[in-house]
């Protein structure tokens, strides 16, 4: 089932998702992208309903991309995620998106950051965060070898520490995985995790 | 002639005109002027507030400056009352940006709303434009310190010095003169105070007919601060604008 995680480290975010479509229990595909790139310098992950995330993700990509034409400056990080959480907050009392957030950003200003929205509009400026049944596994890796100072590498291998403990401890842990971090640079995807590829079949 | 197109706001005369819109410009020319100055360290904004009558009580300490939020400030010219109505559409912008993303709002964007709203009243119905021109101050993370100009017909732009109100021509082609490039706050509180008294109708500049308002930074955080008539009385003497009162002399 669903995971999502994230930290921040030394002058970059990075943020891990896996990549499976499930419904009920039957697996459609293992190399769903639940990770999108908000703008050049943002990420945001998410888990929840697909329909939703899809649409919901979507929807604060277009609004941040039209700030962006109208007022010739791109949103920071932190009124992104303000954003978000509003646009969650006006829309559970009516038709609520099932949606969970990790939100991660570098900012000329203040660096590298990571926001934790919830489906129930709540927001959060964490170091260090997860969603989904992968959250008991990866939050508590985190816990024990999470710094403050860590090189992408470190990140990288406290990822791959998180998948390991997904992947032999939960019962119903998803195949594969995708890493992306952002940093002054950009936003990008760093690598991917597969345990199970997808084979292309030959047209009949 | 042109009566036939004077009546609705929104008709085009045939040579290309909205006469509405340049009637407005027009009142502002009779209104009390000001003038904004922009520094390296903050920007300076004067009015001049015409005195009609000494029985008159002004209920607030302000009749020409308005804070719109905690980074900008604006100075007006012209109806004072249509002003009142866009002062606090920019307000509730101000303030529903902060909802929307916990951040004060982009001075040009804040300048863009409302100008947005006056353009509005040039092209729709049959009601006539706002009768005001505005100077806005301000401040944010992005552009820094800012002054803009806007007029009647929805016009903006982006100024180092610039002037509205009665004889606002002369007095911006002696801004032209006197602005320096870099100059700092102070520099610019005497520039603007000297081009006001010479583009003023009265002779004797005294601080009751005088309004100063500054806003910059003060320990990382935008400050705006009005001049106490005090302190500017003091500043006129210091820059030899006013004459200093008959018992002294």
């Keep these: 089932m669903e995971c999502v995680f994230g930290l921040v480290g030394k002058d970059f975010t990075l943020v891990v998702a896996d990549t499976s479509a499930v419904h009920s229990i039957l697996v459609h595909k293992s190399n769903e992208d639940k990770i999108m790139l908000l703008d050049s310098h943002k990420l945001m992950g998410a888990s929840g309903e697909a329909g939703d995330r899809v649409q919901f993700t979507e929807y604060i990509q277009k609004n941040v991309a039209l700030y962006q034409f109208r007022n010739g400056i791109s949103l920071t990080t932190a009124a992104a995620a303000n954003f978000t959480r509003g646009e969650l907050a006006t829309a559970l009392r009516k038709n609520p998106y099932s949606v969970n957030i990790l939100l991660a950003g570098y900012d000329k200003e203040t660096g590298p950051s990571l926001y934790?929205?919830?489906?129930?509009?709540?927001?959060?400026?964490?170091?260090?965060?997860a969603f989904g049944y992968g959250s008991y596994f990866s939050l508590a890796m985190m816990d024990r070898h999470y710094r403050g100072d860590m090189t992408v590498e470190e990140a990288v291998d406290l990822a791959d520490k998180c998948i390991m403990e997904i992947r032999s401890r939960l019962v119903v842990a998803p195949p594969n995985f995708v890493i992306k971090i952002v940093d002054k640079d950009g936003a990008r995807e760093y690598a991917w995790r597969e345990s199970v590829k997808d084979v292309p079949v030959p047209a009949a | 002639m042109s009566r036939r197109y004077d009546s609705r706001t929104t008709t085009f005369s045939p040579e290309g005109r909205l006469y509405q819109v340049e009637y407005a410009m027009e009142a502002i020319g009779n209104a009390g002027s000001a003038i904004g100055i922009l520094s390296k360290d903050g920007v300076v904004l004067v009015g001049e507030k015409k005195v009609t009558s000494k029985l008159l009580q002004t209920s607030t300490s302000t009749e020409k400056m308005y804070k719109i939020d905690d980074h900008v400030a604006c100075a007006v010219a012209g109806i004072m009352s249509d002003a009142n109505i866009l002062i606090n559409t920019a307000r509730v912008q101000a303030q529903r940006y902060t909802y929307a993303y916990q951040?004060?709002?982009?001075?040009?964007?804040?300048?863009?709303?409302?100008?947005?709203?006056?353009?509005?009243?040039?092209?729709?119905?049959?009601?006539?434009?706002?009768?005001?021109?505005?100077?806005?101050?301000?401040?944010?993370k992005n552009f820094g310190f800012q002054l803009y100009m806007s007029d009647p017909s929805g016009n903006y732009g982006g100024w180092k010095a610039a002037a509205i109100g009665a004889n606002n021509q002369a007095a911006q082609s002696m801004l032209k003169q006197e602005y320096k490039d870099g100059i700092t706050r102070e520099e610019a509180v005497q520039v603007a105070l000297k081009v006001l008294s010479r583009t003023m109708d009265?002779?004797?500049?005294?601080?009751?007919?005088?309004?100063?308002?500054?806003?910059?930074?003060?320990?990382?955080?935008?400050k705006y601060q009005v001049c106490s008539p005090e302190s500017l009385s003091e500043m006129l003497l210091k820059f030899g604008l006013t004459q200093p009162p008959a018992e002294a002399a």
Excluded: N
């Design chain 2, 103 to 140: 951040e004060p709002m982009p001075v040009e964007q804040l300048v863009q709303s409302l100008c947005d709203t006056k353009q509005g009243y040039t092209q729709f119905g049959g009601l006539r434009p706002f009768g005001v021109s505005f100077l806005f101050a301000g401040w944010d």
């Design chain 1, 116 to 129: 934790y929205i919830d489906y129930i509009a709540s927001v959060h400026k964490v170091d260090k965060a």
């Design chain 2, 202 to 222: 009265s002779t004797s500049l005294t601080s009751d007919k005088l309004e100063l308002a500054e806003v910059f930074l003060s320990a990382g955080k935008v």
